[in-house]
């Protein structure tokens, strides 16, 4: 499956050649989340932003960090044969976590954005299961769809994030494939049993928000065995969503990483 992408890259025709990276979001998220730090990397490197199945502008199918590590390799392919450097938030590190592990010679260096390589992730989401069956009105405007939601979503940051997933004015509805997505939300809350000796020996950056359950001290075992070349940094103050909480942490813990293992003689 081809991804929609928001492509960015260098202005000057002279920049140097240094690898793609890939940008991955989060649940009921899309491409332009996280384009904070697209923007300050796409100064010196050409990067897609991609919108993961049943979101944003991409196709709609059933869902497994299997079928999405695909669509993402395929996407990739799209554009490019040069490994990249992907970074994944939440669903988004999960279906970056598996497209290495699967794929591991299409990823040159891994960022996994608050989550970790195991069952968890997105209880706090607080959507209900029959959101997918949702009486809209003839027409429907931002305040409207904030009303019509707020009796189901109480939590006004998730709430606000599935008013982007509407399509809004005459004959408005949902512009994601959220029947899909609530169908496939047991497989992605949970990490699938993967074939013994699976490894990426890539270089791995962990970042995980300082308020947030999703990577505990429990699961590092299970990510050294996986990513046996880990590093993990804690953002103060921030909670899940990282990138949103502390963006300029964020984006310099990114950077870092980003230059670190772009050299071309860099161990892959």
């Known amino acids: 499956m081809l991804l929609n992408v928001i492509e960015r890259g260098p202005e000057t025709p002279d920049a140097p050649h240094l690898p793609p990276i890939i940008l991955l979001h989060g649940l009921f998220g ?3 989340n996280l384009g904070f730090v697209q923007r300050r990397l796409a100064a010196t490197h050409r990067t897609f932003a991609m ?3 049943n979101h944003g502008a991409s196709p709609h199918g059933p869902m ?3 079928a999405m590590a695909d669509d993402v390799r395929e996407t990739l392919a ?6 990249a450097i992907v970074l994944g938030h939440s669903m988004g590190g999960k ?3 598996m497209l290495a592990l699967r794929h591991p010679e299409q990823v040159r260096a891994l960022i996994v954005a608050d ?3 195991a069952e968890g992730g997105f209880t706090r989401m607080d959507v209900p299961p029959d959101l997918a069956n949702l009486h809209f009105p003839a027409e429907l405007d931002r305040k409207g769809a904030e009303t019509l939601l707020r009796p189901l979503i109480p939590n006004e940051a998730v709430r606000q994030m599935m008013v982007q997933n509407m399509t809004l004015g005459e004959n408005p509805g949902w512009a994601i494939g959220l029947p899909d997505i609530m169908h496939s939300l047991p497989a992605i809350m949970d990490w699938p049993t993967l074939p013994a000796g ?3 020996n890539g270089p791995t950056l962990f970042l995980k928000g300082e308020l947030s359950p999703y990577i505990q001290p429990h699961n590092f075992a299970g990510m050294r065995a996986l990513f046996p070349h880990y590093t993990l940094e804690t953002i103060g103050s921030a909670g899940h969503w990282v990138h949103a909480d502390a963006p300029l942490r964020f984006a310099q813990l990114v950077e870092d990483f980003v230059s670190k293992h772009s050299a071309l003689n860099a161990a892959h």
């Open 30 to 32: 899309r491409a332009r």
């Open 51 to 53: 919108d993961l199945r």
């Open 64 to 66: 497994s960090y299997e």
């Open 78 to 83: 799209h554009y490019t044969s040069e490994p």
């Open 95 to 97: 279906t970056a976590m």
């Open 115 to 117: 989550i970790a390589p």
């Open 198 to 200: 699976t490894v990426y």
